[in-house]
DNA sequence: GCATATTTGTCCGTATGTATA
DNA sequence: CTATACATACGGACAAATATG
């Protein structure tokens, strides 16, 4: 009598809870690793556990969640080797767009947004919006492809990465490089210097991968 | 008491279903656009509403089904513009994951037989099984980049593919010229001229590409 | 435009098999 | 090995939304 009141129930109720827990996840509110009971989440958010397993069975397959038959759903753990393997396809995803793009692509105007944005943010010292910026960015390189399919593809990959930033500390270096290079990004871009950005992009990604890496293993190595 | 000394049920039970209907779908057997009624397929497999549920998040999380708000669930009906988005995935990925190829992959003694298995089809006029082979050869370029993650994004993308292919009618034509392009690719790549099998896969998908354009517009007029 | 029937979305209770302490 | 906790799957129920006449 209460709820339909006071939300028009737009969504169905369970795309509502999986966001809800989607946000938990990527910003570090759950250990990786973590068991969750049905009982006790379904009573956490009010929901019955029917209507939950459709939730997990939504971020299980945005790979968030970590289902094993007739033992439950854990959250997603992703180490070094899932590094690798993510920035292994980010390089095939996000270069493949660029090398796609076409000039004057709508993208383009917002990926100017995005920089002078977290130039603002930087200046400001809020690292985690920096990261947020950093990753619409290149959300925005991939819709270069104009292509729903790959975007779809990308933002599961990017949410798995969010999910590694959410389990480190939040490191402003891990971001801090990247605003320029974005910067610089658009402006070979802009000038239809294509194969250059597609060149800058590659070495971007790999010194990205390596400073993640680097920021795991030191998280490796505080646990023990 | 009898299930479970007939088979292992090793997989949850939605997941098998799943599979059922998967194959339903890529033979063209269930009809573009056709809504699903719950409780009709439920009674149909003997399974209830809820485990169904559970089944249309797995086929809708890979674009085999639709899902409408408060209308149910239908089988998706891939348009034109659908396979124009998936053909433009096929070649960011396949060509990505070719770029990335190391010589000496054990997935190219796969692809090897793959042509020949194709090639032995052909001569039994088989293409059913032709054009599976040429998906499984597809598969293993992708692999090529040993990737996971980027196996199971070509994954959906190559199950949607499959959905279109099921709702053409089974013209020879569509698979016949693949067979010995497939071969030339793989004796490109084992002799590591890895930029010509590039050039090569790239005017290979443009032309796939057309082809199963066509056979869906002839799909299409004939409808009306 | 309205009243009715059907279907979805959600919840509850429960039985059964499985993993872990 | 037993016991407990939990995931899996079932069936029934009801409100809300949709479709139908």
Chains 1, 2 share one sequence.
């Not at 389990?167 to 000038?191: G, K, R």
């Not at 010194?207 to 795991?216: H, N």
Request: aromatic share 4%.
């Amino acid at each position: 009598m209460t709820r339909h009141m006071v939300e028009p129930d737009d969504q169905p109720l369970a795309g509502k809870v999986a966001s809800r827990i989607r946000e938990m996840l990527i910003d570090g509110d759950l250990a990786p690793g973590e068991k969750l009971s049905e009982q006790h989440v379904a009573s956490l958010f009010g929901i019955s556990r029917n209507t939950l397993r459709e939730v997990f069975r939504l971020l299980t397959s945005q790979s968030l969640l970590t289902h094993i038959p007739n033992r439950g759903v854990f959250v997603a753990a992703p180490d070094e080797v899932c590094v690798i393997d993510i920035y292994r396809v980010r390089r095939v995803i996000e270069l493949g767009a660029l090398r796609a793009a076409s000039r004057g692509h709508p993208a383009v105007a917002r990926m100017n947004t995005l920089v002078a944005e977290a130039k603002e943010a930087q200046k400001n010292g809020d690292w985690r919006r920096v990261g947020t910026f950093n990753m619409e960015f290149h959300r925005a390189i991939v819709e270069l492809a104009d292509s729903p399919r790959l975007n779809a593809c990308f933002e599961m990959i990017l949410a798995e990465l969010r999910l590694v930033f959410g389990q480190l500390e939040n490191n402003a270096h891990l971001h801090e490089p990247f605003v320029e290079l974005n910067a610089s990004l658009v402006t070979l871009i802009e000038t239809g210097m294509i194969l250059e950005a597609v060149d800058r992009l590659e070495a971007y990604l790999l010194q990205s991968e390596r400073m993640v890496l680097a920021a795991l293993q030191r998280r490796g190595n505080q646990d023990r």
